[in-house]
């Protein structure tokens, strides 16, 4: 069997530096540039369940990028820009019990009548706004090559109650 060569784009450590990509601050932290962060993001978005016909329809600005070339598909537009923008790569199930446990500033948000329900909430703001959905949220992601059927990621669903 014919072993696949893959490609990685490493630089050394002190490269980044010299070029200010990346920056130690004195509590420890790294300052990276933000380009250099997109760019190593992509392996991983990649894998990420983006469904097509649900983010055109919620976002209908990404359509016009598509038509005029900016990016070739919806798939490279979340991973280019959307992940970035906060959207949401498809319809995602607020468990609204735990949701509003969670975060009870929803619950007397809902009372004030400024949202009707803890999905609404959250496809409005609580996406953005970095909150979980449900215990133990992760974007979904796309089978992987030798796991056709996505059986990994339906058995981690399941794991944390969550339908298949």
């Known amino acids: 069997m014919p072993s696949t060569i893959k490609t990685v784009v490493t630089v050394p450590y002190a490269s980044l530096l010299n070029a200010k990509i990346i920056e130690p601050t004195r509590n420890g932290c790294l300052l990276v540039d933000r380009h250099f962060l997109i760019f190593c993001m992509q392996p991983i ?82 996406f953005a706004e970095g909150r979980f959905p449900y215990p133990h949220f992760t974007l979904a992601t796309e089978p992987e090559p030798g796991d056709p059927e996505g059986i990994a990621t339906g058995r981690a669903r399941a794991r944390h109650g969550l339908s298949v």
């Open 45 to 126: 978005l990649a894998k990420i369940k983006v469904d097509d016909e649900w983010y055109l329809t919620r976002y209908p600005d990404v359509r016009l990028a598509i038509d005029n070339h900016v990016v070739p598909n919806v798939a490279a537009h979340y991973t280019r820009h959307g992940y970035f923008e906060n959207r949401m790569p498809y319809r995602i199930e607020v468990d609204p019990e735990w949701y509003l446990q969670q975060y009870p500033d929803v619950g007397l948000a809902i009372e004030r009548e400024e949202f009707s329900s803890a999905q609404e909430h959250f496809k409005i703001v609580g």
